[in-house]
């Protein structure tokens, strides 16, 4: 059987006007809890804070829900709500996610992003059944996260490149095979990224509302699609490979991997690093969060990484990134090459 999921239902509202009855399992961090606690109102069971997105974490998470919770409420950023779509699809309970910020896309995807032998594979889980936007607590979020959701959209541009190389080396599933139509939408998303991002990096409800619409439009499209091609390829798997390095066992900001990714990405790929760059900057995303040393390291190893973890193919699949490779590469993506 073939499913396409659908959008959660999307409120905008005060969090102050939401009133729940049902007994509730929170997933939370400190921070987004601090921001967020004092406006929602919850008849807590249990409350968890997430520090890693491993799939047996996420196992150990949902066998210890206790009988009584009604519902699973996610506040904070992507890992909270990976969390809590994986225990609401496995207790088979309802899931309402509280973004404190549009940092990524998964609020509004029906997949949850889990770390299993040194990558990351998608568990389908289904949408949550609600997300909860409080323009007030996005805006007043920490610029280096606040929107950077955008990241979502600007991979779009190196996704599509190694969604077409792909196809031009006879390298698409069946299920994954090019579709112009497809491509096209998602460069049209791409490019309106572009026209928001000074917006976004300012706080504007305007452009985060154009952001929070750009996101649910990429998502629907790769739902209608059943895979995301055109928004995931050697950028993300850059940023899967090096977050290992950098976790430190609380996480890294999405973007703060993503970012640097698709710069890299589009080096490979020969286009021009200048407006990409400045359009990521002026979202609000941090480029200077790698350690020269890891970014070199993590280059060396894609082409064997990709194979090993036999993702959708990219560019990754064919270079040879010898030092020299790697210091233009660095060098073009504008990123530190000496630290």
């Not at 509302?209 to 995301?228: I, K, P, S, W």
Request: one cysteine or more; charged letters at 20%; glycine letters at 8%.
């Amino acid at each position: 059987m073939e499913t396409i999921w659908h959008l959660p239902r999307i409120e905008i509202r005060d969090l102050k006007t939401v009133t729940e009855t049902r007994p509730s399992a929170l997933l939370t961090g400190a921070h987004a809890w601090e921001v967020a606690g004092k406006s929602l109102n919850l008849p807590l069971v249990i409350q968890a804070e997430p520090h890693k997105a491993d799939l047996e974490f996420f196992k150990s998470l949902a066998a210890d829900l206790p009988p009584q919770v009604e519902v699973i409420y996610a506040v904070g950023g992507g890992l909270a709500s990976d969390a809590a779509k994986y225990i609401g699809w496995a207790n088979k309970l309802p899931v309402v996610t509280v973004p404190t910020a549009l940092s990524v896309d998964g609020f509004f995807t029906a997949i949850a992003a889990v770390r299993e032998n040194g990558t990351v594979h998608y568990v389908t889980t289904g949408s949550a059944d609600t997300v909860i936007i409080d323009w007030e607590i996005i805006r007043n979020a920490p610029a280096y996260l606040r929107g950077t959701g955008i990241c979502e959209l600007l991979s779009i541009v190196t996704g599509l490149l190694d969604w077409r190389y792909a196809a031009e080396r006879n390298r698409t599933t069946v299920d994954t095979r090019f579709q112009a139509w497809a491509a096209q939408l998602a460069a049209g998303i791409a490019q309106q990224a572009f026209k928001i991002a000074q917006g976004v990096g300012q706080g504007r409800i305007e452009s985060l509302r154009n952001l929070l619409d750009l996101m649910c439009t990429e998502v629907a499209l790769t739902n209608q699609l059943g895979h995301n091609r055109p928004q995931e390829g050697s950028e993300q798997y850059f940023a899967y490979a090096i977050e290992g390095k950098t976790a430190s066992g609380y996480g890294v900001p999405y973007a703060d991997l993503v970012g640097p990714g698709i710069l890299v990405a589009a080096a490979l790929h020969g286009q021009d690093i200048a407006p990409i760059r400045d359009t990521i900057e002026s979202a609000g995303i941090r480029l200077d969060q790698l350690k020269p040393e890891d970014v070199r390291a993590t280059l060396k190893n894609m082409p064997d990484y990709v194979r090993q973890h036999n993702l959708p193919y990219s560019i990754f699949n064919d270079i040879n990134l010898t030092d020299e490779k790697i210091a233009e590469v660095m060098n073009k993506a504008g990123l530190d090459v000496h630290g």
